[in-house]
């Protein structure tokens, strides 16, 4: 934990900065800043320990500023800010991804970098159609996304994905062969499920639909995250995506985990594909590659993706895509000290045996006030409240600052908290965190 004796000395101007996804207004109003962090813990502008019970956003899976990242990113910076990756390279990205492959499903062992979990997606969607492409099947255009899934905010993302203030806000720009799937909750049928619910893998049949009604020839990928966390924590039926892998191999469809946030550790593995026995064709991966310390995303391919692609073009670049910062330096070696930390503490282990834990003391707010839903998985939750009458997401809002104000770090999306804590966190912490939640929902109207 870390201590500060006095308040932050002052708190910058607030006017330049157009924040993301923050109601900005209200934010300036009464800022809620963080100007420190170690372990667990943030420190707040005024002074006070903060339990961050969401690994920052959903990505400091290994806990803050831990010792051998850091000295990982300053030592890296000495050395060489930065190297070009266009018709160049440096050895930090080769070892990274290398590490990487260490842990991805399959033959996922091909990984290509990005600086986010939106370029990501958009990158998986783009070598999807490559692949496509290299195979002469060029007319797999269209894409399968999720009722309620979030895949970031690029235009391929937000296509796919199905938030609807996003896809009407920037509808001007949306891909435009795309379909989805519908979601998997239903709080009627499966309410309060402690892992995955068992109603509910009939829905991955309504892919056969789609297909039927756009012809498999036409399909190039299906994407879907294992477990949706920005819309509130879906957590896939039983049988589900084992449905999904059996309908897209028997079609020659592509399938996508978006694993921007299962990756690295939070359902007990390295990634949600090995938990659930289902290996995907391609996967998404960012914020807990290493552990937040600098932007940095990447995609897991399969042999049979890469090679078609590359062995298949002729001589030149094979596939016209990348990013300036893609593998930068510091990312990577980030990436390299973080994997090595993963590893040295058994931290998918740890995550595997304080699941059950998490699980417990998550399900004792059933019978709390407001509460109409608990879901879990490994070491992430949700507990959606009953809205208020005619505002939607305002109940939620306050018992988020309300948390804040007691010292404990909670995210909220409409009328759902959800919980994704380091994988560090002891039994003593998640009681505090769940402790916290339980009596400001006794004091929230």
């Known amino acids: ?88 390279g440096h050895p930090k990205a080769f070892e990274a991804a290398t590490k990487i492959a260490k842990h991805t499903p399959g033959d996922l062992k091909h990984i290509f970098f990005v600086n986010s979990g939106s370029e990501a997606v958009d990158t998986a969607l783009k070598i999807a159609l490559a692949y496509h492409r290299s195979r002469g099947e060029g007319q797999r255009t269209r894409f399968v996304g999720r009722e309620r899934g979030y895949h970031g905010v690029g235009f391929g993302g937000i296509s796919v994905g199905g938030i609807a203030p996003n896809r009407k806000t920037f509808s001007g720009g949306l891909l435009p062969a795309v379909d989805h799937l519908p979601h998997t909750l239903n709080i009627k049928e499966a309410a309060f499920s402690k892992g995955q619910p068992a109603w509910g893998a009939h829905l991955a049949d309504e892919l056969e639909r789609i297909v039927t009604l756009h012809d498999a020839s036409t399909i190039a990928a299906v994407i879907v995250e294992p477990v949706a966390g920005s819309t509130g924590v879906l957590i896939p039926p039983q049988g589900y995506l084992q449905r999904l892998r059996e309908i897209c191999t028997k079609h020659g469809i592509l399938l996508i985990f978006d694993e921007v946030i299962t990756g ?22 960012a914020k807990g590659t290493n552990n937040a310390a600098a932007p940095l995303g990447a995609v897991a391919a399969s042999a049979r993706i890469h090679d078609s692609i590359v062995d298949g073009a002729p001589a030149g670049i094979e596939l016209f895509h990348g990013y300036t910062y893609s593998g930068h330096p510091i990312a990577a070696a980030a990436a390299c000290a973080t994997i090595d930390l993963y590893e040295r503490e058994g931290l998918f282990e740890r995550a595997a045996r304080m699941a059950p834990i998490f699980e417990q003391a998550i399900h004792r707010l059933r019978g709390e006030r407001h509460v109409i839903d608990v879901r879990n998985l490994g070491l992430v939750g949700g507990v959606e409240l009953a809205p208020r009458d005619g505002a939607p997401g305002a109940r939620a809002a306050e018992v988020f600052l309300r948390c804040y104000q007691k010292g404990v770090l909670t995210r909220y999306t409409g009328d759902i908290l959800a919980f994704s804590p380091p994988l560090i966190i002891e039994e003593g912490q998640i009681d505090e965190i769940f402790r916290t939640v339980a009596e400001v929902l006794r004091e929230t109207e």
């Open 1 to 88: 934990m870390t201590e500060r004796s006095t308040p932050y000395a002052s708190t910058p101007d607030l006017s330049a900065f157009w924040m993301p996804f923050t109601a900005n207004r209200q934010f300036k109003s009464a800022p809620r800043l963080l100007v420190s962090a170690k372990g667990m813990y943030y420190t707040s502008h005024d002074g006070r320990q903060i339990l961050d019970g969401t690994a920052g956003l959903w990505c400091v899976n290994a806990g803050h500023c831990r010792d051998e990242i850091v000295a990982a990113v300053q030592a890296q910076a000495a050395e060489m800010d930065f190297a070009p990756t266009f018709q160049m």
């Open 264 to 285: 690295w550790g939070r359902l007990g593995t390295p990634f949600a594909a090995q938990y659930f026995g289902v290996t995907p064709d391609l996967l998404t991966m």
